[in-house]
């Protein structure tokens, strides 16, 4: 079936159609069709028009009344306008008339009477005016009237009693007046009836009371007055009809039913008879009205998983007999009142998942009947009151997730009964108090994850019921597992992340519940006792980064432990790593321990089979992966004992005085660091060069670097095939850049930025024709550029700003075309800036801050050339040799001495400014003297 869009996409390519037709003198066919809107409709076939939505505008045409066939007329939400056509009324077999949010205007004609077949008459939302015709009683077959939202006037009129089959009559937000007819009383089908926002006065009739099927009865701000009839006020009550939307907005109306209830959220509730109001997501929404105090015999209240907010009014505190109170997941705000303290007839409150804040009131004292607390997942600040410790029948008391502070009351204490007690989450202080060893019902214990400091106390093993333990992330301290061996019903121990001492005891192995023990990232120490095995239904054991020493036991392969934890993935990382543990370690663990990741300095004595010296250390040739020396002050070569030791992963020798060769045995080790020394080569072919080089003797050994395939720069051996590319910005690096540097034949990238580096740009850089970046700013390079570098035609980017060169600008300059970037600023340049700096890439170099002479070439502007320090430039006319004011034979005469004579130069001379005297210059004298 077709969407709505695609029918009224339908409809509107049809219009064009038609409209092209129209306009070339074809149209509808007379006697057979009938055109409305752009479009023909066959008079005979045609039986529906559904145009709503369709952006039609203007009158309705009155041809429409020849469409006599028509059942279905849908022209609603659109921009029609003018009144509707008499012509309507011939449409007798018409069942639904849509013609709704439009612009129409005038009043209803009395023709729709003689639709006698109409079942549905929708004309809401237009400027319709006038008096309701009484013909539209003769609609005896109509189901649904809709005349809301219009202007029409007078009375409603008594002949629409004869409508017997309406079953919703919708007349609201009009003007009528007078009485509502008693008629109406006969339409005892009627399901929703709507006379509201009218003018309508007078009593209501008495007759309504035979409408038995009445769903809503809308009669407010109306005129009405007088008592309600008895016989509707029976049909409020019989069929739950809201009483407000009845007498609200009539004044003089006199509600004499006997209906007390409450209206909570549009419904209105009877205050004797509702003992249970459950609206669990109901989709509620605002503030929870102070009204709901009035139901004072209520024993239920459930409003959770709605959208709930603002405070929980302190009306709640009326609810003297209420038992249970549910507002979870919300989003109340504000404080919890002190007046819910009234409520002492309270089994369960659940507060929990809003946004409640301020402290949690010593009144929650009273709820001595209480045995469910839930707080959780709030905003509460403040301590816990000592009042909690009234609370002698509480079982559940959850409190985690708040910003609680301060300490726990020693009250708690009090709870005899109390069955879980969660406070995880917040920010308690101070030390857990002695007494809730006292909650000897107490099954689980959740305080993780607050600032909770101190012995835990030693009471804490008199909690012989408790299966689950969790406070870790605090600052705890002693020996707690030597106060929990006797705990024979727990099953979970998270203790993990705070500073426990003392040893694992063997009694562990008592715990035959016990499936969880995670105790990392505390102090333990000595061994695993081998009873540990005895706890078969054990299944995670996290021990890692404690102080644990000696050899895991055999028998922890008794355990089917795991690392997988809840919904975090593995934590094999915490299982037994980062302790003092020796190897070799059992088989059935080694996939979770590593001898890598322990401390194995009491494992070992130097007299041990396969252990060695290196360095005042004591290494096992099988048990080292990581040997650290960087920075420690040791020389001399590398012991050629390393070469047995196989599971070595990383030497760092870094910034040492070490000596020698280095021998191919680096090429089994995965991670060095070697570089600062002052190792000299031949170097082994595997090594990676970023962890060898520089060394700090690296001209002084007689073979570094291979001359034949290689460069040395800076200690560095770089391949003259395989180096692309040289980064060495801000690497402290000094002297001059090795003239070697142009053997580099395949070089695209050298970055050389922010060092020391001084001298001149070596004349070989011009051998580099790959290079695409070179960056020297931010340095102490002084003398020309060289001319060379006109051969980089591949040069995208040049920085050799930040430095003191001197001299011109070569015109070579011009060669680089590809340039995109070119910064020369921040230098000791000076002359003429040579035109060919027009034929280089960079549409805007960067020249400033130098000593450059104008004129300058025309393809720069300001922001290019920037200030220049022109106090030792030559004022001049180019070609005036001898500076008499006159360009004549005399200066040519000069000027062919100058040429014989190399050596004088200066930019007047240079007519051509490309930096050379030569006949080119003479010729422009001579065009200069001809054209004068």
Known sequence: MASKREKNMEVLFRRIILSIFLSIGLGCIDDVEVELW??????????????????????????????????????????????????????????????????????????????????????????????????????????????????????IPSELGNLINLIQLGLMFNQFSGEIPSELGNLTNLTHLALSSNQLSGAIPSEFGNLSNLELLYLFD?????????????????????????????????????????????????????????????????????????????????????????????????????????LER??????????????????????????????????????????????????????IPLEIGYLINLQFLWLGDNQLSGEIPSSIGNLYYLREFSGWENNFTGNIPEELGDLVNLEYLWLHRNNLDGQVPSSISNLINLKHLE??????????????????????????????????????????????????????????????????NLNTLMLAQNQLSGNIPEAICN??????????????????????????????????????????????????????????????????????????????????????????????????????????????????????????????????????FPQNNSYECSEYCNNDTEVNLWGICNGIQETTQINLNNAEITGEIPSEIGNLINLERLYLNGNQISGEIPAEIGNLINLERLYLKDNQISGEIPPEIGNLNSLERLYLNENQLSGHIPPEIGNLFN?????????LLSGEIPFQICEQGDSSPDLENNYFCPPYPVCLNEDDIGFQDTLECLECTQGDINSDSLIDILDIVLMANMIIDEHVYNECTDVNSDYVLDVLDIILIINIILDA
């Open 38 to 155: 752009n479009e023909c409709y066959n008079i005979e076939t045609t039986t529906s028009i559904n145009l709503q939505n369709s952006g039609i505008t203007g009158l309705i045409p009155p041809e429409i009344g020849n469409l006599i066939n028509l059942t279905h007329l849908e022209l609603d939400h659109n921009f029609l306008s003018g009144p509707i056509p008499p012509e309507i009324g011939n449409l007798i077999n018409l069942v639904q008339l849509e013609l709704d949010h439009n612009n129409l205007t005038g009043s209803i004609p009395r023709e729709i009477g003689q639709l006698v077949n109409l079942n549905h008459l929708e004309l809401i939302n237009n400027n319709l005016s006038g008096e309701i015709p009484s013909e539209l009683g003769n609609l005896i077959n109509l189901n649904y009237l809709f005349l809301f939202e219009n202007q029409l006037s007078g009375s």
């Open 222 to 326: 109306n005129q009405l007055s007088g008592e309600i009839p008895e016989f509707v006020c029976n049909l409020i009550v019989s069929n739950n009809l809201n009483i407000e939307d009845i007498v609200s907005g009539n004044s003089s109306l006199i509600n004499n039913c006997e209906i007390p209830c409450v209206e909570l959220w549009d419904e209105c509730y009877d205050v004797a008879g509702t003992y249970i109001l459950d609206l669990s997501n109901q989709g509620l929404l605002g503030e929870i009205p102070s009204e709901i105090g009035s139901l004072t015999n209520l024993r239920e209240l459930y409003l959770l998983d709605n959208q709930l907010s603002g405070e929980i009014p302190s009306e709640i505190g009326d609810l003297v007999n209420l038992e249970y109170l549910n």
């Open 330 to 383: 919300n989003q109340l705000s504000g404080e919890i009142p002190s007046e819910i303290g009234n409520l002492i007839n309270l089994r369960a409150i659940d507060l929990s998942n809003n946004q409640l804040s301020g402290e949690i009131p010593s009144e929650i004292g009273s709820f001595i009947n209480l045995d469910f607390l839930d707080l959780m997942h709030n905003q509460l600040l403040g301590e």
């Open 471 to 536: 406070i870790w992330s605090n600052q705890l301290t002693g020996p707690i597992l030597s106060y929990i061996t006797d705990l024979n019903q727990i099953e979970h121990i998270e203790i993990d992340q705070n500073q426990f001492t003392g040893e694992i005891p063997s009694e562990i192995g008592n715990l035959s519940n016990l499936n969880v023990l995670y105790a990392a990232s505390n102090q333990f120490t000595g061994e695993i006792p081998s009873e540990i095995g005895n706890l078969s």
């Open 559 to 692: 355990l089917n432990l795991s690392p997988i934890w809840e919904d975090e993935g593995s934590h094999s990382f915490n299982m037994f790593n980062n302790n003092q543990f020796c190897p070799p370690y059992p088989e059935c663990i080694n996939q979770y321990v590593s001898f890598e990741e322990q401390n194995l300095d009491n494992c070992f004595s130097c007299e041990d089979e396969d252990v060695y010296n290196l360095w005042g250390d004591c290494y096992h040739v099988d048990y080292t992966s990581s040997i650290n020396k960087t920075s420690s002050g040791i020389s001399g070569p590398i012991p050629q004992e390393l070469e047995y030791f196989v599971n070595l992963n990383y030497l760092g020798l870094r910034n040492n005085d070490m000596t020698g060769t280095i021998s191919d045995f680096i090429c089994n080790i995965n991670d060095y660091d070697l570089t600062e020394n002052s190792f000299c080569g031949p170097f082994p072919d595997c090594i990676n060069g970023d962890f060898i």
């Open 819 to 827: 340039l995109t970037h070119l910064y020369l600023s921040d230098n």
